[in-house]
């Protein structure tokens, strides 16, 4: 069975940021937009049945195609038609599913919406859906920083390994706070977001991507022991359970 602790720390958005579980995170933005990263909901076990179903969404980030990042996109869209952030091939396939108000963006690039910045960073993973029964690429994997209408910088990783040029998204986009897998397996484990964590210069981290699969075996408290071995111990490392929400 899957332990889940709470450790509740003071995160200093104006308004507040759920994890759903996995790598799923509702953002509210301190002007009230709803922001959805990654949402798998529906057949995701760590979120709990009453988040499953969502009264609104403003804005949902994809940050690859494979079904525990993207299994609700379409669903969501069908329902409350937000705007859709994904890498150009991924949307196309989204678009192509009857997902509307898509926005193509590729590594590098920008845009603002309503007042949020949203710059799309690189990941190490690959990037596919299962059409048909056939398993067909969309393009690259990749990560977002969001600056919000108050200037506070979310990074969400979205699946990867670590990677020395993290070091550039610290220079050029300065990210407050990061959201950073954990499990291993599929993405980096503890020690790999530890260095990460050090590469990107952060002083918080919420460990994500752990707990549910057999691969991903990575804790949040293998994570503040590698951060003490680098000498990091101040960081802050966010445990949360699924629909903890941070005020």
């Not at 760590?46 to 525990?68: F, M, N, R, S, W």
């Not at 299962?130 to 200037?151: F, K, S, T």
């Amino acid at each position: 069975m899957v332990r889940w602790k709470a450790q509740v720390n003071c995160l200093k958005l104006q308004k507040r940021l759920t994890w759903l579980g996995h790598a799923t995170f509702q953002i509210i933005s301190p002007q009230g937009k709803v922001i959805l990263i990654d949402p798998w909901l529906e057949k995701n076990p760590a979120c709990p049945p009453e988040c499953k179903q969502l009264e609104h969404v403003d804005l949902i980030l994809v940050t690859h195609g494979h079904t525990d990042h993207s299994g609700d996109v379409l669903r969501l869209a069908k329902q409350h038609h937000p705007t859709i952030i994904a890498m150009l091939e991924l949307m196309e396939w989204l678009a192509s599913k009857g997902a509307d108000h898509t926005v193509e963006l590729n590594k590098g690039g920008s845009l603002i919406f309503e007042g949020i910045k949203v710059t799309m960073t690189h990941a190490v993973h690959s990037s596919s859906v299962e059409d048909e029964g056939q398993i067909q690429c969309v393009g690259e994997a990749a990560g977002y920083l969001l600056e919000l209408e108050n200037g506070l910088k979310l990074y969400h990783a979205g699946d990867t390994d670590v990677f020395g040029d993290m070091a550039l998204i610290r220079d050029l986009l300065a990210p407050d706070i990061a959201l950073l897998p954990i499990g291993g397996g599929y993405t980096m484990g503890p020690q790999a977001a530890a260095l990460a964590t050090r590469f990107l210069g952060v002083t918080s981290v919420v460990p994500m991507h752990y707990g549910i699969f057999s691969a991903c075996k990575g804790m949040p408290q293998e994570l503040r022991s590698a951060l003490d071995t680098l000498g990091l111990a101040s960081v802050e490392v966010i445990e949360m359970i699924p629909d903890q929400t941070i005020d």
